[in-house]
C-alpha cells in the first residue's frame, strides 16, 4: 500500500467552479500535511500546510483534514485557467515525508 | 520566504560525462537537503537525503557510487551525475525544509538533464 495515494486524475472543471482534490494516507501517526502545486517542466511550490482536523483557508484555496478517516483535501474556488497544474499532496510522519503521484487538474475556459 | 536556488536549469552532456547540480539556501540554513528526481508525467522520486558534514542516505535502488552527493556546508548541497547516460536524462529537484515554509519543502527551481 503506497503511503500517500491520490487520483491521478485528470480532472477537468469549468472556470469559475469549484475543484476538490483528494488524497489519503496511509500512517495514522501522520503530523503534518501539504498541498504543492506544480506545473509542467517546473518544480513544485507550497500551496498551504495544515495540521489540525478541519478546514484552512488562505485566498481561493481551503484545506481540509480529516485524521479520523485519513484524508486530507484541496478545494479551489472560483477556478482559474492558470491553475491548471498538478497538485501533489504531502504527508510528514516522523522522520519520513512522503509525496502523492499526483493529480492533474485542467481548467477549462 | 525561503529560497532553494539550483542550477544549472538545464544542461545536455555526452554519454560518459559527468554532471554537477549545486544547490544552495539563500536565506535560511539547510542542515538536510533532499534530492528527487522526476521522469515526464511521473511523481517525485527521493533520491536520497543528504545531510551537512556527513554522508548521504541512499534510497533504495539508486547507486551511491553513481550519484555523488555532497553536503559541505550548512547552505550548499551539489549532485554529481558521474558517467551519464541517455536513461538518466531526468528532471532533478533539490529540496530542504524550512521555518518559512511552515516546515514543508521548499524545492529548488529544477535541472533538466539531457544525455545525448
Known amino acids: 500500500q503506497k503511503e500517500v495515494e491520490q487520483n491521478s486524475g485528470p480532472l477537468s472543471v469549468p472556470e469559475g467552479a469549484i475543484a476538490s482534490l483528494n488524497c489519503t494516507y496511509s500512517d495514522r501517526g501522520s503530523q503534518s500535511f501539504f498541498w504543492y502545486r506544480q506545473y509542467s517542466g517546473k518544480s513544485p511550490e507550497l500551496i498551504m500546510s495544515i495540521y489540525s482536523n478541519g478546514d484552512k483557508e488562505d485566498g481561493r484555496f481551503t484545506a481540509q483534514l480529516n485524521k479520523a478517516s485519513q484524508y486530507v483535501s484541496l478545494l479551489i474556488r472560483d477556478s482559474q485557467p492558470s491553475d491548471s497544474a498538478t497538485y501533489l499532496c504531502?504527508?510528514?510522519?516522523?522522520?519520513?515525508?512522503?509525496f502523492g503521484t499526483g493529480t492533474s487538474l485542467t481548467v477549462i475556459p | 520566504g525561503a529560497v532553494v536556488s539550483q542550477h544549472p536549469s538545464w544542461v545536455i552532456c555526452k554519454s560518459g560525462t559527468s554532471v554537477k547540480i549545486e544547490c544552495r539556501s539563500l536565506?535560511?540554513?539547510?542542515?538536510?537537503m533532499f534530492w528527487y528526481r522526476q521522469f515526464p508525467k511521473q511523481s517525485l522520486m527521493l533520491m536520497a537525503t543528504s545531510n551537512e558534514g556527513s554522508k548521504a542516505t541512499y534510497e533504495q535502488g539508486v547507486e551511491k557510487d553513481k550519484f555523488l552527493i555532497n553536503h559541505a556546508s550548512l547552505t550548499l548541497s551539489t549532485l554529481t551525475v558521474t558517467s551519464a547516460h541517455p536513461e538518466d536524462s531526468s528532471f532533478y529537484i533539490c529540496?530542504?525544509?524550512?521555518?518559512?515554509?511552515?516546515?514543508?519543502?521548499?524545492f529548488g527551481s529544477g535541472t533538466r538533464l539531457t544525455v545525448v
Open positions: 536565506d535560511f540554513q539547510a542542515t538536510t
Open positions: 529540496s530542504a525544509r524550512s521555518v518559512q515554509a511552515n516546515y514543508g519543502y521548499t
Open positions: 504531502a504527508v510528514k510522519g516522523g522522520n519520513q515525508f512522503y
